[in-house]
């Protein structure tokens, strides 16, 4: 397995735990992030995975000065693989289209990207300290594939339009309330629970395990390439808009928007 520059990744047995490792920005992604977290599961021999944040979040999703802000241009690899997967985000068409059962272990904050993150997982556990907000929607923008086509599976229509078409952020306990998590423990038990689930996945048959994940995607995922496809042509239309421009420097400047409908 590669070494990786914003993650951390080991093997405990069969297996793999992920640790986002920008601790410092919230675990928020930065293009390297996004290239490290592709390769790690596109690479994996583990049977399953458990992704989980380094420090107090999860992931607080894009950074914002590097991504949103426009700040730097993205590299001609982040910009290759993304036409090879159709304008899908290559992280999320890695994660999305593998066969290897995923555990979210939430430690904190999912907010934004880092809750798709999630929604990519086939299971969430959350620590008592876990928050999750599809934050686009303030920022002017339009949520990724996996908040359009996973959500709704969850918490069901209406509550998955509450959580898009307002930004709210819920605590864990909500989040278990409305079937977003399957399960919500103290922080300290987080991890060694995700440990317990992956570790009873993993010791039943890897060919049985392989056939039931891609029985669930064939029956109610969509075409994520499609939807993503769809998903990045309406985010690179809205982040052209004042309004959009105005979220990010909003946020920057930590004050309330002031958005005009252009």
């Not at 070494?3 to 793999?16: D, P, S």
């Given at each position: 397995?590669?070494?990786?520059?914003?993650?951390?990744?080991?093997?405990?047995?069969?297996?793999?735990?992920?640790?986002?490792?920008?601790?410092?920005?919230?675990?928020?992604?930065n293009?390297?992030?996004y290239l490290d977290l592709e390769d790690c599961v596109r690479q994996t021999r583990a049977r399953v995975l458990v992704l989980t944040g380094n420090g107090k979040a999860f992931c607080a999703g894009d950074d914002?000065?590097?991504?949103?802000g426009g700040g730097v241009e993205p590299p001609r690899e982040s910009r290759e693989r993304s036409r090879a997967t159709g304008g899908l985000?290559?992280?999320?068409?890695?994660?999305l289209h593998s066969d290897v059962p995923i555990i979210a272990a939430v430690n904190g904050a999912a907010v934004g990207w880092g809750m798709e993150l999630a929604l990519m997982?086939?299971?969430?556990?959350?620590?008592?300290r876990a928050r999750f907000g599809e934050?686009?929607?303030?920022?002017?923008?339009?949520?990724d594939a996996p908040g359009l086509g996973r959500l709704a599976?969850?918490?069901?229509?209406?509550?998955?339009a509450e959580l898009l078409?307002?930004?709210?952020?819920?605590?864990?306990a909500t989040a278990r309330e409305i079937g977003l998590v399957s399960r919500v423990v103290g922080h300290d038990a987080l991890l060694p629970t995700a440990m317990e689930i992956a570790e009873k996945i993993a010791a039943n048959p890897p060919l049985a395990v392989k056939a039931i994940k891609q029985g669930l995607r064939r029956t109610l995922d969509p075409d994520w390439r499609d939807v993503g496809r769809w998903a990045i042509e309406q985010i690179t239309a809205l982040r052209r808009t004042e309004d959009s421009q105005e979220g990010v420097r909003a946020f920057l400047e930590k004050r309330t928007p002031v958005y005009v409908g252009r």
């Open positions: 397995m590669t070494e990786f520059a914003e993650l951390e990744y080991e093997e405990r047995g069969h297996v793999g735990v992920i640790r986002l490792n920008r601790p410092e920005a919230m675990n928020s992604l293009y390297r992030l914002v000065k590097q991504i949103l985000t290559p992280a999320a068409d890695a994660l997982a086939d299971l969430r556990v959350a620590s008592e934050l686009f929607v303030i920022r002017g923008l339009c949520c599976q969850l918490v069901g229509r209406e509550r998955a078409l307002t930004g709210d952020v819920i605590d864990a």
